[in-house]
């Protein structure tokens, strides 16, 4: 079995500090460069699941780091290279303390919301009558506090401007990059036959300039569709064929475990942990159109620690 990466404490003579996130750990090189390292780490429900998967690091970083470059032209983003197939390196910002999320579809948890009888999604009224999965007729951008631990929460625009989180100003630009991301990640999609149903951004500022952080358009934080039969499964009021993180909520919300006080997670087998890999691989080559390249795993922390160290060398 490939072996995965789930934990990481790395120590680089330049290294000024570390943060282990849910599936990331960032280093800190001063203030002004940062490593982020895709771990084979997978959470649902903000809980970090007991088992890594193979190769998903990669899938994530290569993902992301596809579609950084692909947007450029739109927002500059903190990426200067990918000394690894499992890391980023690039510009240290300091991050807006929102998520921006933006929906093309009601679905996941905006629709378990509208379910319950919300009608209301972070200061955006949504009209009576709509069903699953269906699309709304301009996308919403729905913010979430970001958390270092625990549940992020939604907030409206009012709220985020109101506290002081971001200037009235700064929003403006992020929720435009936003929406000009999301078009042309809905494009990008198109062209593959899928449809990019909803997804997140985060930003950052640096000496006064906004850039685009983190990740983007991953499984980890978009849910794409297969456009191929979207409508009639719509119709018919079944479940969309779809590439993202949902199905393993849905694998979780079915053995009993949603992320609540004592519940447990359920056993995670080799065969589980790999068809999940499947998964993800699936995503790469659907969203990137090219074969996707499983890198050796022998000695894999020796392997990431090194191609980091050469990056931080040059």
């Not at 404490?9 to 996130?21: E, I, L, R």
């Not at 390292?37 to 088992?51: E, G, Q």
């Not at 470059?69 to 890391?87: A, C, G, L, R």
């Not at 999320?101 to 999604?121: D, H, P, Q």
Request: hydrophobic share 35%; glycine share 8%; proline share 5%.
């Amino acid at each position: 079995m490939n072996q995965t990466l789930t934990k990481t404490d790395f120590k680089f003579p330049k290294q000024t500090g570390v943060y282990h996130g849910k599936v990331r750990d960032v280093y800190f090189f001063g203030n002004d460069r940062i490593a982020m390292i895709a771990t084979d780490r997978i959470s649902a429900f903000d809980v970090v699941l007991p088992k890594g998967i193979p190769s998903k690091g990669q899938v994530l970083n290569q993902i992301a780091a596809h579609f950084l470059d692909s947007t450029k032209d739109i927002v500059p983003n903190w990426k200067i290279s990918t000394p690894d197939p499992m890391v980023t390196y690039g510009i240290r910002c300091e991050p807006f303390k929102v998520e921006m999320v933006i929906r093309g579809y009601l679905t996941g948890s905006a629709w378990r919301a509208y379910k319950a009888g919300e009608r209301n999604l972070c200061g955006i009224n949504i009209p009576e009558g709509m069903k699953e999965n269906q699309a709304f007729e301009t996308p919403v951008i729905t913010p979430t506090t970001k958390a270092d631990e625990g549940h992020d929460e939604n907030i409206s625009r009012e709220e985020i401007i109101a506290q002081g989180l971001i200037s009235e100003e700064d929003y403006k630009q992020i929720e435009a990059y936003t929406y000009a991301l999301f078009a042309r990640g809905q494009q990008m999609a198109r062209e593959r036959g899928l449809i990019l149903v909803d997804t997140k951004y985060e930003f950052g500022k640096k000496d006064g300039k906004i850039y685009l952080i983190d990740e983007i358009h991953t499984p980890d934080s978009s849910r794409y569709f297969y456009a191929d039969g979207y409508q009639e499964r719509f119709e018919k009021g079944e479940p969309q064929r779809q590439l993202s993180k949902e199905f393993v909520r849905q694998w979780l919300i079915a053995n009993g475990f949603e992320g609540k006080d004592g519940q447990k997670v359920p056993e995670m087998t080799p065969e589980y942990c790999q068809s999940v890999t499947d998964r993800y691989v699936e995503l790469y080559e659907k969203v990137v159109g090219k074969p996707f390249i499983v890198e050796k795993t022998d000695n894999l922390e020796e392997r990431v620690f090194n191609n980091l160290k050469t990056a931080l060398d040059d």
